[in-house]
């Protein structure tokens, strides 16, 4: 170190602070988790699992003659599907000497308390946006909320991650509920397992994949690459209208009823990224043997580019569970001191979780390289 440290100007002159704001050079945009908490959030006021009820199957009927028997066997004709309770927190800690002494008054030039309570906030935030494009039930993320990825399954094609998810809500896919929870992922690229440009076919018929009757999807989300990409293909056509989501505030455009919206932590080949807060980039993967035609991904054995994903959603099909509890409602703990030092630690807690009570109303695609 320098001897002197402070040369004489920097030894008598104050520091001058512009602007008077920390930046945020970290934390990242999410109107996919924006839009879920405006259309599909939910309170979770007690119980050992949150539920939906679904019909599969129906009753027994049909043509018949004059003085015939009828059937009247009773089927089984609904089920329910079960999600639990999932945990977070961020924990912030600090030292008494610190916000007691130093960090305090004029010389204070923001509070390093309230700074750490903004950061722990954004940091769960950004942990739960993640985590809605991942699952809950592989052995690594058990005590992770159940993402879209396992809803838009169909038990037998893979997801961008390269998974097959079996079941949903623990009921198992294709057996006695049948394809009543499926929503078949559709891979985008070609036959050699190359990621390849949206087209507007492509956008339009997935849409249709994911309507029925008057229910169609009410969102569109990729992030910036893939948003890129829609623009140019669609917007020659004048196939849009380009708009400014009222309640986040960013801008979109409009497909058919759905409002299209670039999210930062969507999977994307070039825009993901892989840091301390969890993995969301796209990679690559084998075609598993168990494929059907209705994914369009290439024979088994082929190494197919995930790329960047797009999805369709409708949003009242979704539900977003936030405890009522004020403490597990993204409530702070307080600081607690330790026995033996001057350290205080609090935690801000959230128990929140995710499902959809209808899967075939939205479709994952994959393999678009823009």
Request: net charge neutral.
């Amino acid at each position: 170190m320098a001897d002197p440290i402070l040369d004489e100007v920097n030894a008598i002159t104050q520091f001058f602070l512009y602007p008077q704001a920390i930046e945020d050079e970290f934390f990242r945009n999410s109107p996919f988790t924006a839009y879920l908490r405006s259309h599909s959030m939910a309170t979770f006021t007690g119980g050992s699992d949150m539920r939906f009820a679904f019909t599969y199957a129906p009753l027994i009927g049909g043509a018949y003659s004059q003085g015939e028997t009828f059937n009247v066997t009773k089927p089984q004709t609904l089920t329910a599907a079960q999600f639990q309770p999932k945990f977070y927190y961020t924990n912030i800690t600090e030292y008494l000497e610190q916000i007691r002494v130093i960090n305090v008054g004029d010389a204070a030039k923001f509070s390093l308390v309230e700074a750490d309570l903004k950061q722990a906030m954004n940091t769960i935030s950004a942990i739960i946006a993640i985590a809605l494009h991942r699952d809950g039930q592989s052995a690594a993320r058990i005590r992770q909320l159940n993402g879209w990825n396992e809803a838009f399954n169909d038990g037998v094609n893979p997801d961008w991650t390269g998974n097959v998810w079996t079941t949903y809500g623990g009921q198992t896919r294709n057996g006695a509920i049948g394809a009543a929870l499926n929503s078949t992922p559709r891979w985008a690229g070609d036959a050699a397992g190359n990621a390849a440009p949206i087209t507007y076919q492509l956008l339009e018929e997935t849409y249709q994949d994911a309507t029925r009757g008057g229910v169609e999807p009410n969102l569109g989300v990729g992030n910036k690459r893939v948003y890129a990409g829609i623009k140019n293909r669609i917007q020659p056509a004048q196939r849009f209208n380009q708009e400014r989501d009222p309640y986040f505030g960013v801008s979109g455009m409009r497909m058919n009823n759905a409002m299209i919206l670039k999210d930062d932590y969507f999977p994307s080949l070039r825009y993901g990224a892989n840091n301390s807060l969890g993995n969301y980039l796209t990679s690559t993967f084998a075609t598993p043997a168990t494929i059907t035609s209705a994914s369009g991904l290439p024979a088994a054995g082929t190494t197919v580019t995930v790329g960047e994903v797009f999805n369709w959603f409708n949003t009242t099909k979704h539900v977003l569970y936030y405890a009522a509890d004020p403490l597990f409602g993204f409530g702070f703990t307080g600081f607690k001191q330790e026995i033996d030092n001057t350290r205080v630690a609090g935690q801000i807690l959230a128990m929140v979780n995710h499902k959809c009570t209808a899967p075939w109303s939205g479709i994952s695609i994959y393999g678009l390289s823009n």
